[in-house]
């Protein structure tokens, strides 16, 4: 069975870049024909999907997003990487990776969640 499990800081400045990790266990990122997405969760408000990279190595992102939004992977840890850049207040949330069969939806196995706090 996969597992998913997101690892990073809990607290970043304004400003700065938000840096996460998920390492996958139980099966690898490059199998097809899945994707890894990462989906956070606002104080109060629903699920909103960032982006994915799929097993090829092919990325999508939210347009909403795309602009700030960075995602990457290394097949030789078995790891997939979120970064968001110039982070406000706004974007604090809990982040969730993710597998699927498609990039933006149907997610099968979730990764416990990471707390990020944007804040001075």
């Known amino acids: 069975q996969v597992q998913l499990q997101e690892s990073g800081p809990g607290l970043v400045k304004p400003s700065q870049t938000l840096s996460l990790t998920c390492t996958v266990s139980g099966g690898s990122i490059t199998t097809a024909y899945y994707y890894w997405s990462w989906i956070r969760q606002s104080p109060g408000k629903g699920l909103e999907w960032m982006g994915a990279i799929g097993y090829s190595g092919s990325t999508s992102y939210s347009p909403s997003l795309k602009s700030r939004t960075s995602i990457s992977r290394d097949t030789s840890k078995n790891q997939f990487t979120l970064q968001l850049m110039s982070v406000t207040p706004e974007d604090t949330a809990v982040y969730y990776c993710?597998?699927?069969?498609?990039?933006?939806?149907?997610?099968?196995?979730w990764g416990q969640g990471s707390q990020v706090t944007v804040s001075s």
């Open positions: 993710a597998r699927g069969a498609n990039p933006d939806r149907e997610y099968t196995d």
